[in-house]
């Protein structure tokens, strides 16, 4: 069972993954609203999987997914983002993230992207 954290500061997405995640394989631990909240319970539940949003308030999903690859580099993180930006999913993709998925997304393509996230 994988421990699975959810960050982005819109409601409807953060709903859109709980409801899309397979619960068999993944088990929810905390959702974040901003990079900074999502450090501070990084710390205390210590995912192992995480959905990043890049662009939120305070500190951006960059910022936030350098800084929590320093404290665990054996996380995966996938970025969950609008924007059709590939170069800054590429960015994120060098900072240590593992996956892209852009919004729009149905919930097959969530499910299968924390699929292929864990099988490295």
């Given at each position: 069972?994988y421990k699975l954290m959810i960050?982005?500061?819109?409601?409807?997405?953060?709903?859109?993954?709980?409801?899309?995640?397979?619960?068999?394989?993944?088990?929810?631990?905390?959702?974040?609203t901003s990079g900074v909240q999502?450090?501070?319970?990084?710390?205390?539940?210590?995912?192992?999987?995480?959905?990043?949003?890049?662009?939120?308030?305070?500190?951006?999903?960059?910022?936030?997914?350098?800084?929590?690859?320093?404290?665990?580099?054996?996380?995966?993180?996938?970025?969950?983002?609008?924007?059709?930006?590939?170069?800054?999913?590429?960015?994120?993709?060098?900072?240590?993230?593992?996956?892209?998925?852009?919004?729009?997304?149905?919930?097959?393509?969530?499910?299968?992207?924390?699929?292929?996230?864990?099988?490295?």
């Amino acid at each position: 069972m994988y421990k699975l954290m959810i960050v982005d500061d819109s409601n409807i997405i953060r709903n859109r993954i709980q409801r899309a995640y397979d619960s068999g394989k993944f088990m929810l631990v905390a959702t974040a609203t901003s990079g900074v909240q999502a450090i501070e319970k990084f710390n205390i539940h210590r995912p192992d999987v995480i959905t990043m949003d890049l662009t939120m308030p305070q500190m951006d999903g960059l910022e936030c997914i350098e800084k929590i690859i320093a404290i665990d580099p054996d996380v995966r993180i996938l970025v969950v983002s609008a924007l059709s930006d590939k170069a800054t999913g590429i960015e994120a993709l060098s900072l240590g993230a593992s996956g892209f998925l852009c919004k729009p997304f149905s919930e097959e393509e969530l499910v299968e992207s924390l699929y292929e996230l864990m099988q490295d």
